[in-house]
């Protein structure tokens, strides 16, 4: 009986998720710490199984497939990082010295035994992975903040608090990641009749009004 009411609660939460194809409409609720958290890896594994062939069209699929099974996490969330990072450019560089398909920096591909993230592709995906991994962990796989951590630095998430820092970067980041994540994770659904203008596709998350 228990666990048919997990398997219940489960398929309530994922259920409330209507779809929704557009980044820019997505709007954070921060005042729900913890909508994000996600399941334990074996309980990703049966709910959405990975299939490299969803992402074989995309560019350095088999790379990214690799490092995600390395590190143990949801390819489709790979893909949604490293799509908002660096739009799959392995030689990426940003203004504040990030690197790669995962726009790390040095000192961070350097914790993970990669002195020089722009070694090579699949390098910057096993560090960026890991890291990844660490920071799921570390904050209680509250997806959220691990994004948000991603960007700003896990130190600044401690910072304030285990909240999303306030910064208009991060806060346009999190829910850009998010937004990718939920589209290339689940199956295409039917577009949203018409007269609804407001739509929840996450936990937490809203979609603006038209």
Do not use: C
Request: no cysteine; aromatic share 8%.
């Amino acid at each position: 009986m228990k666990k048919f009411a997990h398997a219940l609660a489960f398929a309530l939460a994922a259920s409330s998720a209507a779809a929704g194809p557009s980044d820019s409409a997505y709007k954070l609720n921060l005042e729900q710490p913890g909508a994000f958290r996600l399941a334990a890896a074996a309980a990703i594994a049966k709910a959405a199984p990975a299939e490299p062939k969803k992402f074989s069209g995309k560019p350095f699929a088999r790379q990214i497939q690799k490092a995600s099974d390395d590190a143990g996490v949801d390819p489709a969330l790979v893909h949604a990082l490293v799509f908002v990072e660096s739009r799959y450019d392995p030689a990426a560089r940003s203004p504040k010295g990030a690197l790669g398909l995962m726009q790390l920096m040095p000192a961070t591909a350097s914790r993970y035994g990669e002195a020089n993230p722009l070694r090579s592709p699949e390098a910057n995906l096993r560090a960026g992975t890991r890291y990844l991994k660490d920071l799921l962990q570390m904050f209680d796989q509250r997806l959220e903040l691990a994004l948000a951590a991603y960007n700003a630095g896990e130190n600044a998430v401690l910072r304030y608090g285990s909240r999303i820092p306030p910064y208009s970067e991060t806060r346009a980041y999190v829910p850009a990641v998010l937004a990718k994540y939920r589209e290339w994770r689940e199956p295409l659904r039917p577009a949203t009749p018409p007269g609804r203008v407001r739509v929840q596709y996450l936990p937490g998350t809203l979609r603006a009004p038209d």
